[in-house]
């Protein structure tokens, strides 16, 4: 028997095309209806520009990243989850924030803006997608899912049968995974 305790970190925070993939795979949405969306989203002041290749944000954005989270707090749907965030401190590791992977990008990762008043108005597809990248802002800045692996080999009649468990010790932002 081998045991091993075991991480797997958070996802990173979305570019373009890891939205319109995750979009598309939960919603059907196409690449082009993904980012007409997106595209409305940001104009209505619900996220920040769509049109990256990057999932970072630099340093100084970490301000924004706490008020977003903060003002989640007022959402039924996020409240919950929100407030056990900021009392755990969010995760802000290189997979967030990370200055030098910014270098040679425009714009930085997509994430929510604060505002979070009058998503009633919103499109339901619009609204799919807002939820989308308010789930992974919150998962990118929870705690790693840790696990305990268990291997077991047996033998019985010259044959060996091979067993592994798994247990949670801890879901972090898994608990929220959309997979």
């Not at 010259?158 to 879901?171: G, H, I, S």
Request: glycine content about 2%.
């Amino acid at each position: 028997m081998v045991k091993e305790e075991k991480t797997v970190a958070p996802p990173k925070l979305y570019d373009l095309t890891t939205l319109q993939r995750d979009a598309n795979r939960l919603f059907g949405f196409t690449a082009k209806q993904t980012l007409e969306y997106t595209q409305s989203l940001y104009e209505k002041k619900f996220t920040t520009y769509p049109r990256t290749d990057c999932n970072y944000i630099s340093e100084d954005m970490r301000g924004k990243v706490i008020a977003v989270v903060s003002k989640m707090v007022d959402r039924e749907e996020y409240s919950e989850r929100s407030r056990r965030l900021l009392g755990q401190a969010l995760n802000f590791d290189s997979r967030v924030i990370n200055n030098k992977a910014m270098e040679g990008h425009d714009h930085h990762a997509i994430i929510p803006e604060e505002n979070t008043d009058s998503l009633d108005r919103l499109t339901e597809r619009e609204r799919n997608v807002y939820h989308l990248v308010v789930n992974r802002l919150l998962c990118a800045v929870d705690k790693p899912y840790t696990y305990s692996e268990t291997n077991y080999e047996f033998w019985c009649n010259d044959v060996t049968y091979k067993l592994k468990t798994v247990k949670p010790l801890e879901f972090g932002w898994k608990a929220y995974d959309t997979e």
